[in-house]
């Protein structure tokens, strides 16, 4: 797999046919690595590691509605009372953070309404604070405090 701009964490793979899989323990099992997987796997390490966001409050591969579309959210966490914090949308390493990645989690974030909004594809990284509808840029990672201020 690609070498990533993100801290090397312990993981586990298997063979399943001809394809690789990598554990993933929030949804406690094996999936197929992809390359946008790939980069899941590392920013949700990250994020637990280094930014010490708890594992229990934090789902991947969500479920939501759009304008009546099912979709996927790649990772949420949420505050100690259950409100989304930050929401994380990975794309693949090769792929661009350009409008239209920015723009696909924004409008996953009018639904969920997470007071943070996170893009990666391993290489980079944006995070954004939403306040009254409007993203405004951050220079880090906001801390959790274990809930909302």
Request: hydrophobic content about 40%; glycine content about 6%; aromatic content about 12%.
């Amino acid at each position: 797999m690609v070498q990533l701009n993100l801290p090397a964490f312990e993981y586990k793979v298997t063979k399943i046919g001809e394809k690789p899989y990598i554990f993933d323990i929030i949804r406690r099992k094996y999936v197929v690595i992809t390359p946008e997987e790939w980069v899941r796997q590392h920013v949700l390490h990250w994020l637990m590691g280094e930014h010490r966001f708890p594992k229990a409050l934090i789902r991947t591969e969500s479920g939501l509605t759009y304008h009546q579309l099912a979709k996927r959210t790649d990772i949420l966490i949420y505050d100690r009372e259950g409100i989304p914090f930050l929401l994380v949308e990975c794309k693949a390493p090769h792929i661009s953070l350009n409008d239209v990645v920015f723009e696909q989690a924004i409008r996953y974030n009018s639904i969920l309404k997470a007071r943070y909004v996170l893009i990666s594809n391993g290489m980079d990284y944006f995070v954004f604070e939403v306040k009254d509808g409007q993203a405004f840029l951050l220079d880090t990672i906001p801390s959790y405090a274990g809930g909302t201020e």
